[in-house]
Each structure stands twice: as C-alpha cells, then as structure tokens.
C-alpha cells in the first residue's frame, strides 16, 4: 500500500545547487534542511526550486555549491502559520541524490508526475492577450492519512479540459516544477517580492475511480 501511494508522486530534477544548507525541522532524531536547485528550462530561463533533504541522505554541513544533482523525490506541501493566516508552503522531498559532472543540454531535467484529487473549483480565465488559463489545487494522498496540496497551472486545450473537472474528481498530471516571482502588497506603500511554486501540467487526465 505504502509504494502505491509513493508511486502517486513522483518527481525527477537535474540542476545546481545554489545556497548553503539551513535547518528546517527534525523528526524522531532525524534532522531535515532546505537547499535551492536552480533548474534550467528549455527556454534558457531558470527556476529555483527549494529541496528538503535528511541529514542522513547527505553531509548537511559541506559545500555544495556550483555542484550538479539528479534528484528523485516527490512535491511536498505544508501549512505554516504567518500574518494570522497558514501559507502552503512547498518543495521537493529527495528520496535519492546522485551528484554528476553536467546536465546535458535537451535533458528532461524537470519532470513530475501527480495522481490525485481534484479539491477546489477550477479557476479558469483569459490573460489580456487571450491565453487561456487554469489553475488547480490537487489533493495527492500522502502515508499514514496525510496529504499533499498541490497547486497546478494549465494552459490552453489542457485548461478548456479542466475548467470542467468537479470537486473530488481524480486526476493524473504530469509536468514540470516552476518557479514564479510576484510581488504581494503588505500595506498601501510597502510591496515584497515573493516566490510561488506550482505544476506546470504539460498533459492530464481523468481517473475513474
């Protein structure tokens, strides 16, 4: 049962780690920290993309920096509460690192893959320039009743597809992880540059369960 719903998540990221190591939480005696990967996209553009990692999986204390990853894990989600409201807060959980000398250009560097549950009405709309937009927010069940809340992106056709999709309805994604910085107005005079995360669903569909 455990591996089927491991199977529901599962993401592969190829980039350079970016940032020292920083403490995040402990579990049972054993200590995870965050660490950025920058991932290239095939547009030469990047996205940053925030990777939680065990302390017994790696040395938390070395230097990685300008050093290249494969990593498989799975996209995680978690509440925390800030400004008297909870953030979703996301990143990669790495199952398996593997340092390597370079990302060959035109890799598949970026690829996830979510089975899960569809857990609010989907936003749809149309830019200024008439690009057809979707957002989504998948529930992907997670071990021991817990689950990840994942919110997804679709464009065109794709998007058209899921402005239909109901509330609890199962749905299979794949895609990339994307970065996206916005600012977010604190007060009438003071903005804050921030990132989101989301899926970039580049194919999905319906599950009868």
Known sequence: MTDKVIENNQVVIMGEIVSDFTFSHEIFGEGFYMVDVRVERLSDSMDNIPLMVSERLIDVNGDYKGMYIVVNGQFRSYNRHEERKNKLVLSVFAREIEFVDEICENTKSNQIYLDGYICK???????????????????????YGKSDYIPCICWGRNARFANGFEVGSRCAVWGRIQSREYMKKLTEEQLERRVAYEVSVSKLELIED
């Open 121 to 143: 009405e989907p936003i749809y709309r149309k830019t200024p320039l008439g690009r057809e937009i979707a957002d989504l927010l998948l529930a992907v069940n997670r071990p």
